[in-house]
């Protein structure tokens, strides 16, 4: 079996004991390389300020080898907060709006890409297979064919791929689209992102879509496919069952006796629809009176990428937003919306959506939303809680027995919640078991052995 070599912006060291598990995904690849053996190379999330950066660092686990960089200062600031998190990101979440193009920042971000290129090749063998994660490493098979490599590079998008009118307001789309064709196998989250890669390729007259899965464009043939990712179903569930006694869990259940629990979980991002989500349940409150003193709704945001303005804004907005609703609409024995702002450990995170009669998760766009997967993996079979999800979140295509809404819609949103809250256990079971059932089969060992698959034989 050939050595597997991961590449992604950022890498999840090993657990030490004592740490809190890692997400399902890290599991996953750290399984996936462990069986084959191979590297795990990304940035360190360090600057080296305005110095060249130390050599790689290398720290080998098992049968793995972690292989660290850290960036410049104005590496980090052009490729990480410049072009990935202010074009990218907004671009293929389809916030026009949002994109704020520089060439400085287009120019660091195909030069970090060619830096983690000529870092990575050194530590190259002739059969290894490379899977190269996320939108901030796009160029990274252009560069390294460049230098001459023939391994057999696979791509994998987490977020979104938008349609092509929203895609080629992008100054260099052509660039990034040539850089994906240096590929072998380029994978999105659902058919719909798929689609749209493959539209924008022949309505631009730059590619044509073949029979099998194939396309060819800029004089290359590869493939493309969608691998919805999925969560460690099993364990989490787990974690769920196991929770009803750990302290925290205890606690916010004795806090919300003889209310329902609505729970929201995301990071704060524009994307992830916080403040539409916020309205909604406003207007549910306020259309259905009997619910008034019998709900909270919790709401878990920790604070990230806080050095980008919006991001700071947002968090005054949200702040704000759920401090005006709880004036309104609270009482002297009611804080109707809980605002958290802090990251919890997955076991407790679990017991939490066990607890909470609807899990809401309403983004105005999302790759997959692994949230609304945690949630459904958590619940109690004799008395599962309600998934309320926005259809423009990738788990929407797979999860058909959630409540789908659309999150523009608040006053729909709302009736939803209601829906919710009201739905009698014998239909709660039957849409929970579908999904359940899904999810452990669709789990994310499958989700990465299905695309490892591909890739070796692409
Ligand atoms: P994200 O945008 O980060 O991921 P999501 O898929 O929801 O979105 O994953 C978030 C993860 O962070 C979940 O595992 C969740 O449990 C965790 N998390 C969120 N809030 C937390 C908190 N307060 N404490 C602890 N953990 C918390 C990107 C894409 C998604 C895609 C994933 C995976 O944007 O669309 O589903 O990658 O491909």
């Not at 410049?72 to 490729?79: A, F, L, P």
């Not at 050095?307 to 009611?334: F, K, L, S």
Request: net charge neutral; glycine share 10%; proline share 5%.
């Amino acid at each position: 079996m050939s050595r597997l070599v991961v590449v992604s912006n950022r890498v999840t060291l090993p657990q030490k004991s004592g740490d809190a598990p890692a997400g399902g995904l890290a599991v996953a690849l750290q399984a996936a390389l462990e069986e084959r053996g191979g590297i795990w190379m990304g940035w360190s999330g360090k600057s080296s300020g305005a110095g060249e950066p130390a050599p790689l660092s290398l720290q080998e686990h098992g049968n793995i080898t972690y292989a660290l960089t850290d960036l410049t200062k104005t590496d980090v600031e052009e490729y990480y907060h410049g072009f990935a998190n202010r074009v990218l990101w907004p671009i293929c979440h389809y916030r026009l709006d949002l994109a704020e193009y520089g060439r400085k920042e287009m120019a660091g971000y195909f030069r970090v890409n060619r830096f983690f290129a000529h870092r990575l090749a050194p530590l190259l063998e002739e059969d290894d297979i490379i899977w190269v994660h996320d939108y901030h490493l796009i160029p990274l098979a252009a560069e390294l064919r460049q230098m001459g490599l023939k391994n057999r590079i696979g791509f994998f998008l987490h977020i979104p791929w938008p349609p092509a009118d929203v895609l080629f307001t992008m100054p260099v789309h052509e660039e990034i689209m040539r850089g994906l064709s240096h590929y072998d196998l380029v994978g999105f989250q659902t058919d719909h992102d798929l689609d749209n890669f493959g539209g924008g390729l022949v309505r631009e007259g730059i590619g044509e879509r073949l029979s099998e899965g194939k396309f060819t464009s800029y004089g290359r043939t590869f493939k493309g496919g969608f691998y919805s990712i999925g969560i460690e179903t099993a364990a989490f569930a787990e974690f769920a069952r196991n929770a009803a006694n750990n302290a925290i869990v205890r606690k916010a259940r004795q806090s919300v006796e003889g209310r329902d629990l609505i729970i929201g979980v995301d990071r704060l991002d524009y994307s992830k629809g916080i403040t539409q989500r916020i309205d909604a349940f406003e207007h549910f409150i306020k259309s259905n009176p009997g619910h008034h003193n019998r709900v909270t709704y919790l709401q878990i945001t920790p604070k990230s990428r806080s050095e980008v303005p919006e991001y700071e804004q947002m968090q005054r907005m949200v702040a704000e937003q759920a401090g005006r609703v709880n004036g309104a609409i609270g009482t002297v024995d009611w804080v109707p919306i809980r605002y958290i702002n802090r990251s919890i450990g997955r076991p407790v995170l679990a017991g939490l959506y066990r607890l909470a009669r609807i899990g809401l998760v309403t983004p105005l766009r999302d790759g997959m939303n692994l949230v609304a997967k945690e949630y459904v993996a958590a619940q109690d079979p004799e008395n599962p809680g309600v998934l309320v999800l926005s259809r423009f979140a990738g788990a929407a295509r797979e999860l058909r027995g959630a409540l789908l809404v659309n999150p523009y819609d608040i006053e729909g949103t709302a009736n939803a919640i209601a829906r919710g809250i009201n739905m009698p256990l014998e239909e709660r079971k039957e849409r929970w078991g579908r999904m359940m059932e899904h999810l452990l089969e669709h789990d994310v060992t499958r989700w990465c052995d299905d695309f490892l698959k591909d890739l070796t034989a692409a």
